[in-house]
T-cell receptor
């Protein structure tokens, strides 16, 4: 089954404790992206990646890191989480054609709470 | 700067009635346009998209949208809604010259009333 998986689905942590949210896709998509969803703000793009070793900032990259060492994986790293990073996080992937990113396929989401 | 405005945060509608969810965008360059739906406790999935060609786009589950370049709008419509259409709907844009960074609206919560 074609899918985007995220782990963990739920996470409660404390301020300053480094964490990683994993994202994996089995569709051989070149493009992967991370979003955060907050009430009243919709989805905001954190980082995206066009391919292995190629990453770019989205609208809200502060406080986050990403890496793309393999095509299927795109982990999101919070080196020193703060309460304002409490949110629902989505990973997405897409095929690209001529540099254009088509339909994105979203994971089920990771609900993060930073105390 | 790119922005996407969904004018209605909540839209209640009776079952079998028509519905329109509004989306406007601001951009100085040409864009691609998308509507995604999010059912409770799930990720987003694509409803429909406008890339080029006919400005009237048909999607899944009987939804359609019309791209209006002069009004910079991409409103979503369905002639007769069903209970199962209750969900959050997001409009999104990307720029034709880059096509890789996405901007989403704040979402419209559609509630279908029996």
């Amino acid at each position: 089954e074609a899918q985007v998986t995220q782990n963990p689905r739920y996470l409660i942590t404390v301020t300053g404790k480094k964490l990683t949210v994993t994202c994996s896709q089995n569709m051989n998509h070149e493009y992967m992206s991370w979003y955060r969803q907050d009430p009243g703000l919709g989805l905001r793009q954190i980082y995206y990646s066009m391919n292995v070793e190629v990453t770019d900032k989205g609208d809200v990259p502060e406080g986050y890191k990403v890496s793309r060492k393999e095509k299927r994986n795109f982990p999101l790293i919070l080196e020193s989480p703060s309460p304002n990073q409490t949110s629902l996080y989505f990973c997405a992937s897409s095929r690209t054609s001529g540099g254009f990113t088509d339909t994105q396929y979203f994971g089920p989401g990771t609900r993060l709470t930073v105390l | 700067a790119q922005s996407v405005t969904q004018l209605d945060s909540q839209v209640p509608v009776f079952e079998e009635a028509p519905v329109e969810l509004r989306c406007n965008y601001s951009s100085s360059v040409s864009v691609y346009l998308f509507w995604y739906v999010q059912y409770p406790n799930q990720g987003l999935q694509l409803l429909l998209k406008y890339l080029s060609g006919s400005t009237l786009v048909k999607g899944i589950n009987g939804f359609e949208a019309e791209f209006n370049k002069s009004q910079t709008s991409f409103h979503l419509r369905k002639p007769s809604v069903h209970i199962s259409d209750t969900a959050e709907y997001f409009c999104a844009v990307s720029h034709i010259n880059t096509g890789n960074q996405f901007y989403f609206g704040t979402g419209t919560s559609l509630t279908v009333i029996p």
